[in-house]
């Protein structure tokens, strides 16, 4: 039996529930330095094989060593769409908690905070105490996390207009909020960005008043250059960069065109057309040694990208910020499927009014966020072939309107079909309205926050002689996209807990921790 327990140290912390401050593991698998975490971890799997008609159900039992660097760097996040409605609130939201800042609303004042970030505002069971209750420690204590205060912060934007027009603009700050942080907001300019009228709505063009000049080699090479020049004024020791812009169309994947990463560095050379300004973005980051992340739903990852990523080393994560509808279908779901419920259809209806509906009115663009939106109940519906056959799935609709009106206050209606026990009918209907980038940009930190804490991780197993990297494609960063990006070959989790206890469980590993399997043996069997 594998627990883990909580002690106090005197002092009114003999009863334990909620561990606010740094933590050390006592145990002989880790060691700590002043520079790393050493853990040695047994991972336990289960493999199922068949042979000859006979199926073999096999405990597996494999010796790892984690290195986690405790150091944290000083990071700088860039992000393309730094001028749009998630760029803006991410930007004054950091700096409004940065100042500690408070402000007034008809129900009352209200304090900066991170809410709605997993790394910021949730906890982790990390055992028990000596009563035997749980005891919890916040998410960002697992591991040396970076302060999401000491970010810097940049990017680029299609439009020219300065940050405190932009966030007012946006609307989704409350005012008194707003004109606190304008004057500072509006010293910010996002630097030239690429538009390619072809991959985006064309009701964007308005906006299109700040652009990278030159063919896509030069664009690129430009991007470098400002990823460069951020790093060295900042003073940041690594830079991420995040794609909040526009949902694009999806590219079309050719032979020759973006097949491979040469064929990609080729054609973006020739100023091919096919090649989309985020992956444009991307590969830039790649050469430059700057971890990315794609927030929408188009496939930037095309296979040249991965092929780049994984020959350079540098992390890739996407795609599409889960926020809001996405996220609560995931549980849902989950939740109807593992009851042994059948989900008979899935109805999806949103509408919204911010500049992201506005693009998503367009049909080459929406259909990239139906796709997205579209896939993720797939590896609930395999899991259950007692309650659906080979090939079959519910019925799944998927509408996005736009309606100026609501503007970032977004509307998303569900409704799931079930059949239940003896031919009846079960049916759930929710409404959910939310506001699409105060959802939005919280999930932007902990991706930030995660890949960062990824790179400082290396681990082994047992008779390797070198440490090495997670996958370059990172899907650790699932539990906060609609559309996973996994390596070849790697099945999709799309189960939204699945996801999370992924997460703690890896974390967990780094400092010698099994996972949290809820046995709690010790109080299922008679105390004598």
């Known amino acids: 039996l594998q627990r883990s327990r909580a002690i106090g140290g005197g002092g009114g912390d003999e009863q334990l529930h909620f561990l606010q401050r740094d933590f050390e593991v006592e145990s002989p698998d880790v060691t700590y330095t002043d520079d790393?975490?050493?853990?040695?971890?047994?991972?336990?799997?289960t493999e199922v094989t068949s042979e000859g008609g006979k199926v073999r159900v096999k405990p597996v039992r494999e010796s790892f060593t984690f290195k986690t660097g405790r150091k944290v760097p000083k990071v700088g996040i860039m992000l393309v769409g730094l001028g749009g409605n998630n760029g803006t609130t991410l930007t004054a939201s950091l700096m409004a908690n940065k100042k500690g800042l408070t402000?007034?609303?008809?129900?009352?004042?209200?304090?900066?905070?991170?809410?709605?970030?997993?790394?910021?505002?949730?906890?982790?069971?990390?055992?028990?105490?000596?009563?035997?209750?749980?005891?919890?420690?916040?998410?960002?204590?697992?591991?040396?996390?970076?302060?999401?205060?000491?970010?810097?912060?940049?990017?680029?934007?299609?439009?020219?207009?300065?940050l405190g027009d932009a966030m007012n603009r946006a609307k989704v700050l409350d005012y008194d909020l707003q004109r606190q942080l304008y004057d500072d907001m509006q010293k910010i300019v996002p630097l030239p960005s690429v538009h390619y009228s072809d991959f985006i709505a064309s009701n964007q063009s308005e906006r299109a008043n700040n652009l990278l000049e030159?063919?896509?080699?030069?664009?690129?090479?430009?991007?470098?250059?400002?990823?460069?020049?951020?790093?060295?004024?900042?003073?940041?020791?690594?830079?991420?960069?995040?794609?909040?812009?526009?949902?694009?169309?999806?590219?079309?994947?050719?032979?020759?065109?973006?097949?491979?990463?040469?064929?990609?560095?080729?054609?973006?050379?020739?100023?091919?057309?096919?090649?989309?300004?985020s992956t444009v973005f991307a590969v830039a980051s790649i050469l430059e040694g700057a971890s990315y992340i794609n927030g929408s739903p188009q496939n930037t990852f095309v296979p040249g990208v991965i092929e780049l990523a994984e020959s350079k080393g540098v992390f890739i994560g996407g795609d599409d910020f889960k926020s809001g509808q996405t996220k609560l279908k995931s549980v849902l779901v989950d939740f109807l499927i593992s009851a042994g419920i059948k989900v008979r259809s899935i109805v999806s209806y949103n509408h919204l009014g911010n500049n992201d509906g506005k693009n998503l009115s367009d049909p080459s663009q929406f259909r990239s966020k139906e796709i997205s939106k579209s896939n993720v109940v797939d590896d609930m519906v395999e899991s259950n072939n007692i309650l659906y056959q080979p090939g079959e799935r519910p019925d799944h609709c998927v509408v996005i309107k736009y309606v100026p009106h609501v503007a970032d206050s977004k509307r998303a209606m569900d409704e799931y079909s079930s059949e239940i026990f003896m031919g009846g009918t079960n049916t759930i209907v929710?409404?959910?309205?939310?506001?699409?980038?105060?959802?939005?940009?919280?999930?932007?930190?902990?991706?930030?926050?995660?890949?960062?804490?990824?790179?400082?991780?290396?681990?082994?197993?047992?008779?390797?002689?070198?440490?090495?990297?997670?996958?370059?494609?990172?899907?650790?960063?699932?539990?906060?996209?609609?559309?996973?990006?996994?390596?070849?070959?790697?099945?999709?989790?799309?189960?939204?807990?699945?996801?999370?206890?992924?997460?703690i469980n890896v974390f967990r590993a780094c400092i010698g921790l099994g996972p949290e399997n809820m046995m709690m043996l010790e109080h299922k069997i008679a105390k004598h």
């Not at 790393?36 to 799997?45: G, H, L, N, Q, T």
């Not at 709605?116 to 749980?134: D, H, L």
């Not at 004024?233 to 694009?248: C, F, P, S």
């Open 430 to 503: 929710i409404h959910n309205t939310c506001e699409d980038s105060l959802l939005a940009s919280p999930i932007i930190l902990d991706l930030v926050i995660l890949m960062e804490l990824c790179e400082r991780i290396t681990l082994k197993k047992e008779g390797q002689s070198e440490f090495q990297r997670f996958h370059p494609v990172l899907s650790l960063l699932s539990y906060l996209l609609k559309a996973p990006l996994v390596p070849s070959g790697t099945p999709i989790v799309n189960a939204l807990f699945a996801q999370r206890q992924c997460l």
């Open 103 to 162: 402000w007034r609303t008809k129900e009352g004042e209200h304090q900066s905070n991170f809410f709605g970030s997993v790394t910021q505002a949730s906890t982790v069971r990390i055992g028990a105490n000596a009563e035997g209750e749980s005891v919890y420690v916040p998410f960002k204590n697992l591991l040396p996390t970076l302060d999401p205060c000491e970010l810097e912060i940049g990017g680029w934007d299609i439009s020219s207009m300065p």
């Open 214 to 277: 030159g063919d896509k080699q030069q664009q690129m090479d430009k991007i470098r250059g400002d990823i460069r020049d951020f790093k060295k004024e900042k003073g940041v020791d690594k830079v991420i960069v995040v794609w909040t812009a526009n949902t694009e169309r999806f590219a079309e994947v050719q032979a020759g065109l973006n097949d491979s990463a040469q064929n990609l560095l080729a054609s973006i050379s020739q100023n091919q057309d096919e090649i989309s300004p």
């Open 36 to 45: 790393e975490i050493i853990s040695k971890y047994v991972y336990e799997r």
